[in-house]
């Protein structure tokens, strides 16, 4: 008998995890087929240069970063957000964006300058030319690296060794703030990078 019960409350709790997550993936559905809005537009318009980075074919653009950090458009993925930027842009040449960059994950520095990680499981060593930070980024230390030729990376989870180095550095000492102008904590990133025409804008 407790066996029967058992197997009713576990068949139960589960197809109720199954309406969970149906529910939650055709509310996800529902909202990609909304139409956007003007304020959508223009706020995705506006917001687009504070979070890309780069120029010509290496122009990239932190879509994920914007959708989220958004209040007018957190509702709308990365995704539907780089789309509509892509529709935008046939009727409006100077609208500057790029892919989502990929990620560095474990990254750390080496001696010699460069940064290696992996990207894709696979391991990676990197020139780098330039650093910097998103305004809307938390972490100390930078948060994605642009590499000679220009192509840009978003920097993830550091190594654990890389990460308390990064956390060793007292927020008021003057190297960390040196540091913080480098990385850029400016009107999206930090104007001494190499940005899209729109972002450095005023």
């Known amino acids: 008998m407790l066996s029967m019960l058992a197997i009713a409350l576990s ?3 589960h197809h109720q995890r199954h309406r969970v997550v149906t529910s939650a993936h055709q509310l996800k559905l529902s909202i990609a087929e909304i139409p956007w809005r003007d304020v959508e537009d223009w ?3 506006d917001a687009m240069p504070d979070f890309t980075v780069g120029e010509g074919l290496m122009t990239a653009t932190f879509w994920t970063a914007l959708a989220s950090s958004n ?3 957190c509702q709308r993925s990365a995704s539907d957000c780089a ?10 040449a100077t609208v500057s964006f790029g892919p989502e960059p990929k990620v560095l994950e474990s990254w750390t ?7 290696t990680g992996r990207i894709d499981k696979r391991t990676v060593w990197l020139t780098v030319e330039q650093e910097g930070r998103l305004a809307s980024d938390p972490r100390a230390g930078p948060g994605f690296i642009q590499c000679l030729g220009g ?8 190594t654990a060794e890389m990460a308390a180095k990064l956390l060793s550095v007292p927020a008021k000492d003057d190297r960390m703030s040196s540091e ?9 990133v930090v104007r001494r990078l190499r940005l899209s025409p729109q972002a450095e804008r005023s």
């Open 151 to 158: 192509r840009v990376y978003e920097l993830g989870e550091p």
């Open 71 to 73: 209040a007018m458009l």
């Open 83 to 92: 789309l509509r930027a892509a529709e935008l842009a046939e009727e409006n």
């Open 109 to 115: 520095k080496l001696q010699d300058g460069r940064i």
């Open 43 to 45: 706020e995705l318009i």
């Open 180 to 188: 913080l102008e480098r990385w850029g904590i400016l009107k999206g």
């Open 11 to 13: 068949f139960h709790m």
